[in-house]
């Protein structure tokens, strides 16, 4: 497979790549589907970085958002890498492209000076895809911002990567903003 992985700001992106980026979430988010999705209310953080895996064929089949935060855990404050949006085309799967995307994203936080961990969310069905990806379930508490206040987070599941440090999975996480 002879795919091209990119990393870049999301503000950097260009007009067509917005375009395809735009095109990709349709695919994976149909409309009618999207609507009904409980998260839809939730809010979500933003991604500062991004990387695109593009196909052999020019297109984009995969992408994976992220986000670099000030955080706390148990108390301390901590630096965190942030994955959220992880989107592969419903043609493109089991090909490896989210993988691609996802390795790329944990060297980029060790690149970083003062990233301890990356943290995400998913749904319980991607536990195990993210657990062979090197991903270890957090089974504390992460508390985040939602519309102005701090609360838990109990929409999906929580897992962390090691970086400078060991991923934790026990205590509390507060990510100082909103979920990724």
Same mark, same amino acid.
């Given at each position: $497979?002879?795919? /091209?992985? &990119? @990393?870049?700001?999301?503000?950097? /992106?260009?007009?067509?790549?917005? +375009?395809?980026?735009?095109? @990709? &979430?349709?695919? =994976?988010?149909?409309?009618?589907?999207?609507?009904?999705?409980?998260?839809? !209310?939730?809010?979500? *953080?933003? +991604?500062?970085?991004? =990387?695109?895996?593009w196909g052999d064929d020019g297109e984009l089949p995969s992408y994976t958002g992220m986000v670099l935060r000030q955080a706390i855990h148990?108390?301390?404050?901590?630096?965190?890498?942030? =994955?959220?949006?992880?989107k592969t085309h419903p043609a493109a799967r089991r090909r490896g492209y989210a993988? $691609?995307? @996802?390795?790329? +994203? =944990?060297?980029?936080? !060790?690149?970083?000076?003062?990233?301890?961990? *990356?943290?995400?969310?998913?749904?319980? !069905?991607?536990?195990?895809?993210? &657990?062979?990806?090197?991903?270890?379930?957090?089974g504390g508490r992460l508390l985040v911002g939602q519309h102005g206040a701090v609360v838990e987070f109990t929409f999906n599941r929580v897992m962390t990567c090691d970086v400078r440090f060991a991923g934790p999975v026990a205590g509390t996480i507060d990510l100082c903003g909103p979920p990724w």
């Open positions: $497979m002879d795919a /091209l992985v &990119s @990393l870049n700001r999301v503000a950097d /992106l260009t007009n067509g790549e917005r +375009a395809a980026l735009r095109a @990709l &979430s349709l695919a =994976v988010y149909p409309p009618n589907e999207a609507a009904d999705w409980p998260g839809r !209310h939730l809010e979500w *953080a933003t +991604a500062e970085w991004c =990387v695109r895996v148990d108390g301390q404050p901590v630096r965190i890498g942030g =994955v959220g949006g992880v993988g $691609m995307g @996802l390795r790329r +994203a =944990v060297e980029f936080f !060790h690149e970083q000076p003062d990233v301890a961990f *990356a943290l995400l969310v998913c749904a319980p !069905h991607l536990i195990g895809y993210y &657990s062979r990806l090197g991903w270890q379930e957090f």
